[in-house]
């Protein structure tokens, strides 16, 4: 029952106060029973962080919690990463992640007006990022496919319990024009709308037979971008697609 520690997560976290403490502490223990419970951990600390407040009150362990279920995490793939060696992502990509947060650590001793708090973040992000890809390649090729399945759910569910906010004050409570549907912030929600309108756009392209679905979920996905002002999210998602048919066409040899 994969499932079950996310309802039970999202169940305390709609109860708010101390309830809704407990629910890192369910996803952090859920992350421990392997990889791809570490990457819906992961995507449900996410989601609760970034719930909008209007919903729910913000709790007050949410910066706790967010780096309790991170380490949750890569305990996790650390300790199964060793029994699956093969899988492992490729040193140099790891390495490069590493290398990069590194830059990004001393950009912020040179320049941040708050070092300390650019560090953690550099560094919760290092952590995050090889986390994330070293328990995706230790799923199988049928777990990836699976997963990938189910975030893309999410992504979709995401938008559309949002868009009835959209007739709502509550769609706008962060600045009253950008619309943040589920989450606490336009810029949150531009972002989240922009991978996936970009998963679906793809799709489309690469498909031989798209389904009519995917260009409804993209032509609301892209409304969406539109809608919360988040105009970084927009030009991302534009570079994201040229990039990726770029990409694909060099690596089936199709034309562009």
């Not at 906010?165 to 949150?188: D, I, K, M, S």
């Not at 892209?222 to 809608?227: F, N």
Request: aromatic content about 8%; glycine content about 8%; overall charge positive.
């Amino acid at each position: 029952m994969p499932y079950l520690p996310l309802a039970v997560a999202v169940g305390l976290r709609l109860a708010g106060g101390a309830m809704a403490d407990l629910s890192y502490l369910v996803i952090a223990a859920s992350a421990i029973f392997g990889p791809a419970f570490a990457i819906r951990a992961l995507v449900a600390s996410w989601a609760l962080s970034m719930v909008n407040p209007g919903i729910t009150p913000e709790t007050s362990a949410v910066g706790t919690g967010r780096y309790l279920v991170l380490l949750g995490a890569a305990f996790s793939v650390f300790m199964h990463s060793r029994t699956a060696a093969r899988r492992q992502a490729p040193d140099r990509f790891i390495s490069g992640t590493v290398l990069l947060g590194l830059f990004i650590v001393l950009h912020a001793l040179l320049v941040s007006p708050l070092v300390d708090v650019s560090v953690l973040k550099a560094l919760s992000w290092t952590v995050a990022m090889v986390t994330s890809v070293t328990a995706w390649r230790c799923l199988h090729d049928w777990e990836r496919e699976d997963m990938a399945k189910q975030l893309y759910a999410a992504l979709l569910l995401l938008l559309l319990l949002s868009l009835p906010l959209a007739a709502t004050p509550l769609g706008y409570l962060r600045n009253g024009t950008g619309f943040q549907g589920l989450l606490n912030h336009p810029q949150a929600w531009g972002p989240a709308m922009a991978l996936l309108c970009v998963w679906a756009t793809t799709r489309i392209l690469y498909e031989a037979r798209p389904r009519w679905w995917l260009f409804a979920t993209a032509g609301l996905a892209l409304l969406a971008i539109l809608m919360s002002e988040a105009r970084t999210a927009g030009l991302a998602a534009v570079l994201a697609v040229a990039v990726a048919v770029l990409l694909g066409s060099a690596m089936t040899g199709r034309s562009v």
